[in-house]
């Protein structure tokens, strides 16, 4: 069953505006979740909202506020929020246009899928995908989504937009001063030849779908195991990295790499070789007919 649309709004190119809506990119729904049980009882705990000097106090008596000094609070309430005339509130602005790759990866936050809103919007979200396809640009906007203003990248994505939620410069830390610490180090060549051989050998498509979350598979075997009052199978842990010499690992790591070819290699020649054979008697059978 496909999610529903979570925002509904317009994306905005100069005068063009074209009815869009937002779907989520991601799911959480193998996400798993604990709660604090109390273990005599088996009991959920719970968590009750109080003011110091009041007490336990109900929901619709609570309101939103900025502490501007030490215990004092500018109350906000979130009709007023809401009400706030911000044309921006439902209209994706694309401001400008990039080069992906001008984009740092950092930047990136969360996807969302962004499809055309009703028919009339199809020509003009075909246009503007075509459009940023072809040109291999990126367009760069911001909009209000849960409360929050965002900057936003939106790219074409197989037939459709993605609409990728970047972090604001405030939010990157920068690395020189977390990096500083690395020293300079002389590279041998032979290990970094080495290195490079066996990027080479391991190097092709990303398929996500090849690795598996192991730790999160291992807690629902312990869960299922403990609903069906089972002993959980034991998963077998991985032994302890060694630290070992770089040069003496790398020379391992590509010699294996050699070893599985040669294997390969032997066993079509063996294949082969038993294929030659049946040819070469079935040959003077056909001679002597």
Known sequence: MAPRAFWTGHLRLSLVNIPVKLYPATTAERAIAFHQIHKPSGKRIRYQKIAPGVGPVENEEITKGYEYEKGKY????QKEIDDLKLESK??????SFVDEDAIDVRYYETPYYLLPDGDMADEGYAILQKALKDSKKVGVGQFILRGRGNLVAVKPFGKGLLLEVLRHANEI???????????EVKVDKEALDLAKELIKRKSGKFEPEQFKDE?????????NAK???RKPEIVTEAPTAKVINIMDALKKSVQQGKGAQAKTAA?????SARGGKKASKAAPKRKSA
């Open 74 to 77: 500018v109350l906000l309430d």
């Open 90 to 95: 439902q209209t994706i602005d694309l401001a």
């Open 227 to 229: 609903l069906e009052h």
């Open 215 to 223: 730790y999160s598979e291992a807690v629902w075997e312990l869960i």
């Open 267 to 271: 066993k079509r020649g063996a294949t």
């Open 173 to 183: 830390r920068a690395a020189e001063p977390i990096f500083k610490e690395i020293g």
